[in-house]
């Protein structure tokens, strides 16, 4: 029986193909996100800049000693928290991760940690997940993400309206956790700058007639509507069936409503909007603008700056644990993005995993000014933005 079973072993051996060189020093990261549903036009670019990222690391020959980051994409679908745990469950069972940067909206970027990543031990670095409620998950450390929470968007917005001598809105969200949670802190920060709220609304993604909505909201009597929802879908529907009724023509929008694809569909009538999105106008900034525009990726896209750093940091935080091994990558993202160390900048990987193979130090900051908490959140900072001849302009950074 023995002899049967060496010799079993043997011809299974010899059938079975020997893992290639290139194979075997490929480490697979994860990129899930929305390509199909509400923000399905800003997704592509935003794994992109995490790719570009992943090459610029590969490219320098530095990784773990000359290995390279292989990307595997999954889609969230943004809002089916079913479908969005299948998909990541395909990318930690089948295609074997080590880590993944993602998810995008708030919802599945939930189910996914809790059913999928947090039992798996997998990291997950999300560059736009921003509910508030995302802070008291029992993430085990192995949460993160590059985008501030919407506790500070809301009080931004109610600052930029306050400035703006903007003191009577009505409020419509998406119906989910990112637009309940950015609703619930802007009414907060809202009230105690003197503002009022006429109606506030929830509305569902995916209808075709918005009017019903619309109708109620500006029965309510302001002449501004805050927008919290999805550049791709009831969001939009819902400025539309504004301006088609002539209830509404003055709009502030939040950082989900910020795309090309927007404007592209609204035309003129958008001008003069208001928005927040998560950004600066650092050096690190405009160092990953300049990349961006030559890699093709939109320059100023909502949430690539975000995705370049979260794919910079898991590549740093493997060089840092001498392993892509999934538990070694959450033991140093918080220290590769944090003080002390040498400031590292886009474009700068090389020179960063250069330090660390050195046994050196690194201070990520990115292209977004990345600085954790000790909940792995980002404090973040915020444009101010106007809607102006068909174009985002920056007013302010706040």
Same mark, same amino acid.
């Given at each position: 029986?023995?002899?049967?079973?060496?010799?079993?072993?043997?011809?299974?051996?010899?059938?079975?193909?020997? $893992?290639? !060189?290139?194979?075997?020093?490929?480490?697979?990261?994860?990129?899930?996100?929305?390509?199909?549903?509400?923000?399905?036009?800003?997704?592509?670019?935003?794994?992109?800049?995490?790719?570009?990222?992943?090459?610029?690391?590969?490219?320098?020959?530095?990784?773990?000693?000359?290995?390279?980051?292989?990307?595997?994409?999954?889609?969230?679908?943004?809002?089916?928290?079913?479908?969005?745990?299948?998909?990541?469950?395909?990318?930690?069972?089948?295609?074997?991760? +080590?880590?993944?940067? #993602?998810?995008?909206?708030?919802?599945?970027?939930?189910?996914?940690?809790?059913?999928?990543?947090?039992? =798996?031990?997998?990291?997950?670095?999300? !560059?736009?997940?921003?509910?508030?409620?995302?802070?008291?998950?029992?993430?085990?450390?192995?949460?993160?993400?590059?985008?501030?929470?919407?506790?500070?968007?809301?009080?931004?917005?109610?600052?930029?309206?306050?400035?703006?001598?903007?003191?009577?809105?009505?409020?419509?969200?998406?119906? =989910?956790?990112?637009?309940?949670?950015?609703?619930?802190?802007?009414?907060?920060?809202?009230?105690?700058?003197? @503002?009022?709220?006429?109606?506030?609304?929830?509305?569902?993604?995916?209808?075709?007639?918005?009017?019903?909505?619309?109708?109620?909201?500006?029965?309510?009597?302001?002449?501004?509507?805050?927008?919290?929802?999805?550049?791709?879908?009831?969001?939009?529907?819902?400025?539309?069936?504004?301006?088609?009724?002539?209830?509404?023509?003055?709009? $502030?929008?939040?950082?989900? %409503?910020?795309?090309?694809?927007? $404007?592209?569909?609204? #035309?003129?009538?958008?001008?003069?909007?208001?928005?927040?999105?998560?950004?600066?106008? &650092?050096? #690190?900034?405009?160092?990953?603008?300049? %990349?961006?525009?030559?890699?093709?990726?939109?320059?100023?896209?909502?949430?690539?700056?975000?995705?370049?750093?979260?794919?910079?940091?898991?590549?740093?935080? %493997?060089?840092?644990?001498?392993?892509?091994?999934?538990?070694?990558?959450?033991?140093?993202?918080?220290? +590769?993005? =944090?003080?002390?160390?040498?400031? $590292?900048?886009?474009?700068?990987?090389?020179?960063?995993?250069?330090?660390?193979?050195?046994?050196?130090?690194?201070?990520?900051?990115?292209?977004? @000014?990345?600085?954790? =908490?000790?909940? @792995?959140?980002?404090?973040?900072?915020?444009?101010?933005?106007?809607?102006?001849?068909?174009?985002?302009? &920056?007013?302010?950074?706040?």
């Amino acid at each position: 029986m023995r002899k049967l079973l060496l010799a079993t072993t043997m011809v299974a051996a010899l059938a079975s193909p020997a $893992i290639s !060189p290139a194979v075997a020093d490929e480490i697979k990261v994860g990129i899930i996100l929305g390509f199909t549903g509400p923000i399905e036009s800003l997704t592509p670019d935003m794994g992109s800049a995490a790719e570009l990222a992943f090459k610029e690391v590969s490219d320098s020959g530095m990784l773990l000693g000359g290995k390279t980051i292989v990307s595997v994409r999954a889609d969230s679908t943004c809002v089916d928290s079913a479908a969005a745990t299948t998909a990541a469950e395909r990318l930690i069972t089948s295609d074997g991760v +080590v880590a993944i940067m #993602g998810a995008d909206c708030s919802g599945v970027t939930g189910a996914i940690a809790n059913n999928v990543a947090v039992p =798996n031990g997998v990291v997950m670095v999300s !560059p736009s997940a921003t509910s508030p409620g995302l802070s008291d998950m029992d993430d085990k450390g192995l949460f993160f993400r590059t985008a501030p929470s919407d506790a500070r968007q809301g009080q931004v917005i109610a600052d930029i309206l306050k400035s703006r001598d903007i003191m009577d809105v009505a409020v419509t969200y998406t119906n =989910n956790d990112y637009g309940k949670g950015l609703s619930d802190s802007f009414l907060n920060a809202y009230a105690k700058v003197g @503002g009022s709220v006429s109606m506030t609304a929830a509305h569902e993604d995916g209808k075709a007639d918005y009017s019903a909505e619309v109708a109620a909201l500006s029965a309510a009597g302001s002449k501004h509507l805050a927008v919290f929802g999805y550049v791709d879908q009831g969001g939009k529907g819902i400025i539309q069936a504004s301006l088609d009724t002539g209830a509404f023509d003055n709009f $502030i929008l939040a950082d989900g %409503m910020i795309g090309d694809s927007l $404007i592209a569909a609204i #035309g003129d009538d958008l001008n003069g909007a208001v928005a927040t999105l998560p950004g600066a106008e &650092t050096p #690190g900034a405009n160092t990953f603008s300049s %990349m961006a525009e030559k890699a093709g990726i939109t320059v100023g896209g909502p949430f690539t700056g975000e995705s370049y750093d979260a794919g910079a940091l898991i590549a740093l935080a %493997m060089q840092a644990a001498g392993s892509s091994d999934r538990a070694a990558i959450q033991s140093k993202l918080m220290d +590769v993005a =944090n003080a002390p160390g040498e400031t $590292i900048m886009p474009g700068d990987l090389k020179n960063a995993l250069t330090i660390l193979a050195n046994g050196g130090q690194v201070n990520y900051e990115g292209a977004t @000014g990345v600085e954790f =908490n000790s909940l @792995g959140e980002v404090l973040g900072s915020y444009k101010e933005l106007e809607l102006i001849n068909g174009k985002y302009e &920056t007013i302010n950074v706040r």
